[in-house]
């Protein structure tokens, strides 16, 4: 069964540089996998951030970044706002018509 | 602008059935794929469906494979979610997505409640 890991919790002080990762339990991540990004707020739906590993959703401001990091892809905050404070989520295509979601991160600014 | 509303939810008891409907506006609804997610209250999104933009292919994750089913109106823009067989953990906040090219999801409903409980 595949598995997508996340960081269940990180703390990042305002104005600071935070890197979330997303990782398969059985390999590599790659851009062949498309990784996305959400934010989600308490009794939020989603919001999406990255698409296509490093492509910012529109209106989503250039401190959110997406990339590759060796075996995963990373979801880069620079100068981290109070209002940062969320769940983020990453999601993987795996193959035709199939999605995976890491469980998920929950930040912290403080 | 792109609205997505999801209506349906409710209450059911274990081995019920119950269908959900998402409706859809501002945008071409017979050109995209849509999706089915779910979040259980205080975990993770789970991908559960997917149904192609003329309904003729879909796919589920295997939590659900068997008892869900995905259809879709595209003459009056509604997304459908047949459950069948409920079980208690089926119980989650239901949401639909719009599914685009590169295989992510943009656009998102406000999500609907499903409790499954005697």
């Known amino acids: 069964q595949t598995v997508v890991t996340q960081e269940p919790s990180f703390s990042v002080s305002p104005g600071g540089t935070v890197t979330l990762t997303c990782g398969l339990n059985s390999g590599s991540v790659s851009t062949s996998s498309y990784p996305s990004w959400y934010q989600q707020t308490p009794g939020q739906a989603p919001r999406t951030l990255i698409y296509n590993t490093n492509s910012r959703s529109s209106g989503v401001p250039d401190r959110f970044s997406g990339s590759i990091l060796g075996n995963k892809a990373a979801l880069t905050i620079t100068g981290a706002q109070a209002d940062d404070e969320s769940d983020y989520h990453c999601?993987?295509?795996?193959?035709?018509?199939?999605?995976?979601f890491g469980g998920g991160t929950k930040l912290t600014v403080l | 602008q792109v609205l997505l509303v999801e209506s349906g939810g409710g209450l059911v008891k274990p081995g019920g059935s119950l269908r959900l409907s998402c409706a859809a506006s501002?945008?071409?609804?017979?050109?995209?794929?849509m999706c089915w997610i779910r979040q259980v209250p205080g975990k993770g999104l789970e991908w559960i469906s997917y149904?192609?933009?003329?309904?003729?292919?879909?796919d589920y994750s295997e939590s659900v494979r068997g008892r869900f089913t995905v259809s879709r109106d595209n003459t009056n823009n509604l997304l459908f979610l047949q459950m069948s067989a409920l079980k208690a953990e089926d119980t989650a906040v239901y949401y639909c997505?719009?599914?685009?090219?590169?295989?992510?999801?943009?656009?998102w409903g406000q999500g609907i409640l499903v409790t499954v409980s005697s």
């Open positions: 997505a719009r599914s685009r090219a590169n295989f992510f999801f943009d656009y």
């Open positions: 149904i192609r933009s003329s309904g003729s292919g879909t």
């Open positions: 501002g945008f071409t609804f017979s050109d995209n794929s």
């Open positions: 999601l993987l295509y795996l193959t035709s018509g199939i999605w995976v």
